[in-house]
């Protein structure tokens, strides 16, 4: 029996993973058309992009992610508490997205003369962003059952925000 015909005839609603992996697969792509506008904005007004060449990475990590959750996620069994830490990590999320504002994006976009942000998460920590997305790529899977794939991708996201994050600190120390 292929996992398909599993799923299908598991018992386990599909409706609420489908509802799940829906709402964050449109988080995403809305996130990606704010970014894309914000770096246009930042960019109009003489903003520099830093160390693009991992960016790629980036995006296939996240998109291998969202992929194998919509293949193995439905006909799983929801852990509803996990699913409760899920939602807090949106809510810092947000938090992130709102501190930010226009200045937020998913590449790595320094606007000279600009001041860091140091208000909201940013008065915490360095990257609250990064902590978000480290928690959403160990927790979402788990609210599935699926341990491995948290595992798996919390490895991969790690090896790209090692990058990641020695870029970005690079790119904020050249302009300070």
């Known amino acids: 029996m292929s996992a398909?015909?599993?799923?299908?005839s598991s018992g386990v609603p599909l409706w609420p993973a489908i509802a799940i992996l829906a709402f964050v697969t449109l988080q995403r792509l809305a996130e990606l058309v704010l970014a894309r506008q914000n770096t246009a904005q930042l960019l109009a007004h003489g903003a520099r992009e830093y160390s693009p060449g991992h960016y790629p990475l980036i995006v296939a990590v996240h998109t291998a992610w969202l992929a194998v959750l919509w293949w193995l996620g439905?006909?799983?069994?929801?852990?509803?508490?996990?699913?409760?830490?899920?939602?807090m990590?949106?809510?810092?999320?947000v938090w992130v997205l709102r501190t930010l504002g226009p200045r937020w994006t998913t590449r790595i976009i320094v606007l000279p003369g600009a001041p860091l942000v140091t208000g909201g998460p940013f008065r915490f920590v360095s990257h609250p962003?990064?902590?978000?997305?480290?928690?959403?790529?160990?927790?979402?899977p788990l609210v599935f059952g699926l341990p491995l794939v948290a595992i798996i991708f919390t490895a991969l996201n790690g090896l790209v925000l090692a990058i990641r994050i020695r870029a970005e600190n690079r790119a904020l120390s050249q302009v300070a």
Do not use: S
């Open 4 to 8: 398909w015909q599993e799923m299908w």
């Open 89 to 93: 990590l949106q809510l810092g999320r």
């Open 129 to 140: 962003n990064y902590l978000v997305v480290i928690g959403e790529i160990a927790v979402l």
């Open 74 to 87: 439905p006909g799983r069994t929801i852990h509803w508490p996990l699913l409760a830490l899920f939602v």
